[in-house]
């Protein structure tokens, strides 16, 4: 006998599933908004005493002047860490971790770029990410953990001493600040231009399916 | 003939329930525009034009107080900043001011007194030869500049915290107040609790030698747990207050606790 209800089987088949739920698209752009903004005060910052030779242009920079960049990434640094905790406590705490990004093989990885750089790595099911996108997923997180606590140790080099101590000295974990940084710009473009490649996905980060 | 289910006779489930979301999408479909609205937000907030208008101004400086407060916060008064060996000494140790060298005050040793103002018991001035006699220590820590850079140097004096002592400064007070000679006047406040850390140093020599020009002589005030701004340099003044009496870069918007 034919039934009256829509069972979960069939509501699971259709085009409204959510892909991203609503805390992970909260916290995403909360994140997207900090990354900028501490990306940003922190150019303005490098360029005080610029590590390579070059600085960034000032058009790119936020603060006008080294303490106006310095209020902006002390101000911005509450933001980001507070939405990061939440997002580490809540990709583990709900298995969305555990579920999404692993396990991470060497073979899958290797499978899947091969795929992507041959336009063969499909997009059909937005909700299993590929190996291509679990590597660099887990590892953006782990940068930003990297960058986080580089710069909790910059900023409090002798209350926060053991966190300095970790990465060798102050110099050093300037150094490592600063790469994080270029990791996390070379992500952002990366991403970027694949939300804009496959549009869908980025509607997904929007209004969730 | 596949076997096909109807909620309704006649009609396709499928049909169906893509005809009902197609009444839902209204709400969907404004929830889209109201996420490339904040994508449109999140471009104005990180437009310069924000750092220009007064209500981001003060919201960052109200941020900065906040973070003065978590900072007198996790200050440990008895964490010290790193020591090293003189092997690990930066050379040369780099000057650094808001003016060429040439234009660094240039006091004259016979002329000039430590005034001591506010909440103490005894506000005599002191001669270099009287601070010469005080007991000194000697100290390789970091001292790391507000603009990212950091130098590893040796600093001999008194700690300020047995001059305090010796004047009978009041000890509750907030802070001690410290102006310069430098030229525009340099002043910094550092608060009590840094005064009194075991490293803060009334500085009179660098690498043994009686303090040079360049790094502030006659007397340089080192806080190994402040960055480098807040180590005032020529300094000719000390008052015990608990009034903040403000900063020459402190006003201009650096974060006034800036400890290490």
């Known amino acids: 006998m ?43 910052i490098y360029n005080a005493s610029p590590l390579f030779a070059f600085t960034f242009p000032r058009e790119y920079t936020l603060g006008g002047w080294l303490g106006g960049g310095l209020l902006w990434h002390f101000a911005a640094m509450w933001l ?10 809540t990709g583990f705490a709900t298995g969305r971790f555990a579920k999404k990004l692993f396990p991470i093989t060497p073979s899958g990885v290797l499978h899947d770029v091969r795929a992507a750089l041959t336009f063969k790595l499909g997009h059909d099911d937005l909700t299993v990410y590929n190996y291509v996108q679990r590597l660099l997923y887990a590892g953006i997180i782990l ?30 974990a300037r150094y490592i600040h600063f790469f994080c940084m270029a990791a996390i710009c070379a992500f952002l473009v990366v991403h970027v231009v694949l939300a804009l490649l496959v549009p869908k996905s980025l509607r997904a980060m929007i209004i969730g399916r | 003939m596949a076997k096909r289910s109807f909620l309704i006779p006649g009609v396709d489930k499928r049909l169906l329930i893509k005809d009902s979301i197609k009444t839902m999408p209204d709400v969907t479909r404004r929830r889209f525009i109201a996420g490339g609205a904040s994508l449109g937000a999140l471009t104005l ?46 050379k040369p140790f780099p000057f650094n001011a808001y003016y060429d060298l040439d234009d660094a005050p240039d006091v004259l040793a016979a002329d000039w007194k430590l005034e001591v103002r506010g909440l103490v018991d005894n506000k005599k001035s002191w001669t270099l030869d009287e601070l010469y006699k005080l007991p000194q220590v000697t100290q390789i820590t970091r001292h790391i500049c507000v603009e990212g850079w950091s130098a590893i140097g040796s600093w001999t004096g008194t700690p300020l915290r047995d001059f305090l002592k010796l004047i009978g400064a009041d000890t509750r007070a907030k802070y001690v107040w410290f102006q310069c000679a430098d030229k525009e006047g ?8 840094s005064a009194l850390h075991p490293q803060t140093q009334m500085t009179f020599k660098y690498a043994g030698e009686i303090l040079p020009r360049a790094y502030g002589f006659p007397m340089k005030i080192r806080v190994p747990t402040k960055l480098g701004f807040k180590n005032p340099k020529y300094v000719v003044s000390m008052e015990v207050t608990n009034d903040y009496k403000g900063g020459y870069w402190e006003d201009q918007g650096y974060n006034s606790f800036s400890g290490s």
Not at chain 2, 186 to 193: A, E, F, H, I
Request: hydrophobic letters at 50%.
């Open chain 1, 80 to 89: 980001l860490m507070i939405n990061g905790l939440a997002y580490l406590v």
């Open chain 2, 45 to 90: 907030l990180t437009g310069c034009d924000v750092v220009d208008s007064s209500s981001a101004e003060e919201m960052l400086k109200q941020v900065s107080k906040f973070n003065d407060a978590v900072q007198a916060f996790i200050f440990n008064p008895d964490a010290l900043a790193p020591t090293f060996p003189e092997s690990a000494i930066t």
């Open chain 1, 2 to 44: 034919a039934s009256l209800t829509v069972t979960d089987e069939q509501v699971r088949g259709n085009p409204a599933k959510v892909i991203q739920p609503a805390w992970v698209r909260v916290m995403h752009w909360i994140n997207a908004l900090a990354m900028i903004l501490m990306i940003l005060s922190g150019w303005q």
């Open chain 2, 186 to 193: 340099y002043n910094s406040p550092l608060d009590m609790r």
């Open chain 1, 143 to 172: 940068v930003g953990v990297l960058i986080v606590l580089t710069g909790l140790g910059m900023w409090k080099p002798v209350q926060l001493y053991y966190l300095v101590a970790l990465f060798g000295d102050y110099p050093t």
